[in-house]
């Protein structure tokens, strides 16, 4: 009965349109009435305990980190640098996208902030060279959910810090399947970019290239900056977003010279906006996750997926299935924060490694960002594109299929995420 009040009370006010975070503290308030427990005190308490974190001060510098790139010009170098290389190839823009997406993703770790920016700048290229419109939306959403799966990731900042997990392992992790992501949307371009009598643009000559990879050099630089630094245990990964805020920030003032100092206000404006929106967030999920452990739901869980404790593939299977169907409802970082204390208790009885876990589970998660209704990278991508849902969604379910037969191969294949996660991380 537990799980149905709030569940119940939070999907009726969210359907009254009421913001997440609030939605999550009156289904918290209504649970605790349920549980003749209701004490303000409480829910402060959790609130603060919420975003006391030292862990999730990462989310903020990254967050800024990706507004000084946009604002300083990596954005651009990047995607000069994928055009210069890939196009002049048949198709040669949606190749340019998926690259450009790919080399985001280590960028800024936000799957709307690549969407918003990729869209901006290749989908009215694509169609101007006679790419569909449909297509070249969905493709940027579809190659914008990489983000929260290549390090730094912001979910995977939020999945550590809500289940304990390290987050250097989960940002280790997370880098083969994102390639693999992007190796899974070249194929299926590939195959669909046939039916367009698309433009190709003119190949760039040696120097051009040269010239490319020159400018694009110092934002190519940074994912390998983190990622070393991580792996070498140079930083942690909250000293990580400190390195790419200011490594950003430098590149932009003193190397590329396009972000200026009067730009700075707006920029660290903007990062403090979609900063405080992210940490009320999880602030409100931890009251949530207190009641949640209070009225002993984990266990009710376990005893409703008992008979599939034993068998590890047909339990993430069914969780997969669970955060599909969960995922046209609530966004990622939601999610993350409301399901993690339930499921974690079941994958740990269960036997399964909670960083595999924690990696398949985001990898589930945003798919939900690419479904309807809510699907914020899908309502991203066709705000920027001009176009409406039931348009993207004729462009971008190849590229969803491909997506969602990524995820099950990880789960049929766990040595795709184990094996290079021992390397990685020199276990």
Not at 28 to 45: K, T, W
Not at 250 to 259: D, H, K, N, P, T
Request: with cysteine.
């Amino acid at each position: 009965m537990s799980v149905a009040i709030f569940v119940g009370s939070l999907i009726a006010v969210m359907a009254l349109g009421v913001p997440i975070a609030f939605a999550l503290l009156v289904s918290s308030v209504g649970l605790m009435l349920y549980l003749d427990m209701f004490d303000s005190q409480i829910i402060a308490q959790n609130l603060v305990k919420g975003a006391d974190s030292f862990p999730l001060m990462a989310v903020p510098f990254f967050i800024l980190a990706g507004e000084l790139m946009n604002a300083g010009g990596i954005s651009t170098r990047i995607v000069n640098f994928a055009m210069a290389f890939f196009g002049h190839i048949r198709g040669g823009l949606g190749y340019v996208a998926i690259l450009a997406s790919v080399l985001f993703a280590g960028l800024s770790g936000s799957a709307v902030a690549d969407a918003a920016a990729l869209g901006a700048i290749l989908i009215p290229m694509m169609v101007k060279a006679g790419h569909d419109r449909n297509r070249s939306a969905g493709l940027i959403a579809a190659g914008g959910i990489i983000a929260p799966v290549i390090p730094p990731s912001i979910p995977m900042i939020i999945f550590g810090v809500s289940s304990g997990v390290s987050i250097t392992k989960l940002f280790m992790g997370g880098i083969v399947p994102g390639i693999l992501l992007g190796i899974g949307l070249m194929i299926t371009w590939w195959l669909v970019v046939r039916r367009d009598r698309a433009e190709v643009l003119p190949r760039k000559s040696a120097k051009e290239k040269w010239k490319a990879t020159r400018e694009a050099l110092w934002a190519l630089l940074l994912p390998v900056i983190i990622v070393g630094g991580l792996r070498g245990g140079v930083f942690t990964p909250t000293e990580a977003a400190v390195v790419a805020a200011f490594y950003a920030l430098f590149v932009g003032l003193v190397i590329y010279r396009e972000l200026k100092i009067k730009d700075l206000y707006d920029v660290l404006v903007a990062a403090a906006k979609t900063t405080s929106v992210v940490m009320f967030l999880v602030a409100a999920a931890m009251v949530s996750a207190w009641l949640i452990t209070v009225a002993n739901v984990p266990t009710t869980l376990m005893n409703i997926l008992q008979p599939l404790i034993g068998k590890q593939m047909l339990l993430l299977f069914a969780i997969l299935i669970l955060v599909l169907i969960i995922g046209t409802m609530l966004d990622l970082t939601p999610m993350i924060l409301i399901l993690t204390p339930v499921l974690m208790p079941v994958i740990k009885m269960s036997g399964i490694d909670p960083v595999y876990f924690g990696i398949v589970f985001i990898l589930a998660g945003c798919i939900g960002l690419l479904t309807p209704p809510v699907g914020t990278v899908l309502n991203v991508s066709c705000s920027v594109a001009k176009i409406s849902i039931e348009d993207i969604l004729k462009g971008i379910w190849p590229f969803l299929l491909v997506e969602i037969v990524v995820i099950v191969l990880v789960i049929l294949f766990p040595s795709i995420i184990t094996v290079p996660l021992q390397w990685f991380t020199g276990m």
